[in-house]
């Protein structure tokens, strides 16, 4: 049973940082993409950034590019969401999702999502 846990979100003031975490498990876990989305209240959920977990290959959209880094540690098969200089737009609730192919950008693609963790950004 494919199974995505997201934690590590939390509330802090405008600039500051959080690191959330994706463990998976229930797959091999190898050559998948996984993708942080994104969601705030009235807007459609949103990729922030994305790893293929075979390459280590990752890309951001431009909104969070130089603020956030996506990366992995194989053995633990987590994926990791280091965010910095947060500002009140980030905040939202940030979801990762895994998928055994190249990595689509619509969430409606992606067959596996945890339960997402809530980030809030005071200024």
């Known amino acids: 049973q494919v199974r995505l846990v997201e934690s590590g979100g939390g509330s802090v003031q405008a600039g500051g940082s959080l690191r959330l975490a994706c463990a998976a498990s229930?797959?091999?876990?190898?050559?998948?993409?996984v993708t942080w989305f994104r969601q705030s209240p009235g807007k459609e959920r949103e990729w922030a950034a994305r790893?293929?977990?075979?390459?280590?290959?990752?890309a951001y959209v431009d909104a969070v590019k130089g603020r956030f880094t996506i990366s992995q540690d194989n053995a633990k098969k987590t994926v990791y969401l280091q965010m910095n200089s947060l500002a009140p737009e980030d905040s939202a609730m940030y979801f990762c999702?895994?998928?055994?192919?190249?990595?689509?950008?619509?969430?409606?693609?992606?067959?596996?999502w945890g339960q997402g963790t809530q980030v809030t950004v005071s200024s």
């Open positions: 999702a895994a998928i055994r192919s190249a990595c689509p950008s619509r969430p409606s693609e992606f067959p596996y």
């Open positions: 229930g797959f091999t876990y190898s050559d998948y993409c």
């Open positions: 790893i293929r977990t075979g390459s280590g290959v990752t």
